[in-house]
């Protein structure tokens, strides 16, 4: 049985629900879970993006690079600095993670969820501008 790949498309309408989903569930206080799906939906996201330019997708390291290069693309280190920072998500999800990038901060982690969710955002406007 082969299976086919996914598309620009279906990639962007997985990021928007894994969004939607990590928010209810950091809500019901399940941190796990809240982690797996927003870690989803900026992995989503950034494919999204990468199949548009024919950059590779199929690990973790590509996803990385995507980012790094969507980020210079875009003459934008912001961006690349969102998404190492909604790494920490994926890390979280295998027991990793402290969300202490913004040491100081009240509740560093509800800040480190902003910016996954500015860079899904982020990535998914620029998704939507390729034709």
Request: aromatic content about 14%; cysteine-free.
């Given at each position: 049985m082969t299976t086919r790949e996914m598309t620009v498309e279906e990639h962007i309408h997985t990021a928007l629900t894994f969004l939607e989903q990590s928010e209810q569930e950091f809500e019901a206080?399940?941190?796990?879970?809240?982690?797996?799906?927003?870690?989803?939906?900026?992995?989503?996201?950034?494919?999204?993006?990468?199949?548009?330019?024919?950059?590779?997708?199929?690990s973790h390291r590509n996803l990385v690079d995507a980012a790094r290069n969507l980020s210079e693309e875009r003459d934008d280190e912001s961006l690349f600095l969102r998404?190492?920072?909604?790494?920490?998500?994926?890390?979280?999800?295998y027991g990793h993670g402290v969300f202490n990038l913004f040491a100081g901060d009240a509740d560093p982690m509800e800040n480190?969820?902003?910016?996954?969710?500015?860079?899904v955002h982020r990535v998914l406007d620029i998704a939507n501008e390729s034709p």
């Open positions: 206080g399940d941190i796990l879970q809240g982690s797996e799906k927003l870690w989803g939906a900026v992995a989503h996201a950034t494919i999204a993006v990468a199949k548009q330019r024919g950059w590779p997708t199929n998404f190492q920072i909604t790494q920490e998500f994926h890390w979280r999800f480190s969820r902003a910016t996954a969710s500015d860079y």
